[in-house]
């Protein structure tokens, strides 16, 4: 059974940086890609970064330059790097995976104040 199991988030001042991780059960080489994407309530998932299978990177313009995917196929994680958050990155981050199917974390909250 595939999981995703996402960690990192946490309280930060603005300014501040965190680093998500996001652990396979299975080898990430088998998806065709792995992406992170955010919610707010009320609002629609949000792609925030993205990572093909060949590492080929995909980054949105609301986050381009201070958010960075990488990933790491001997440890089945996927990352993600946010730095200089603001206010308005406040939201749940979930780990994404394409293979089969859609695959989804059970996502970590990323809270930006002061």
Known sequence: QVQLVESGGG??????????????????ATFNH?????????????LVAKITNGGSTLIPRPVKGR???????AKRTVSLQMNSLKPEDTA???CYGYSDREYWGQG??????S
């Open 11 to 28: 309280l930060v001042q603005p300014g501040g940086s965190l680093r998500l991780s996001c652990a396979a059960s299975v080898s990430i």
């Open 34 to 46: 792995m992406a992170w994407f955010r919610q707010t309530p009320g609002m629609q998932r949000e």
């Open 67 to 73: 958010f960075t995917i990488s990933r790491d196929v």
């Open 92 to 94: 749940v981050y979930y």
């Open 108 to 113: 970590t909250q990323v809270t930006v104040s």
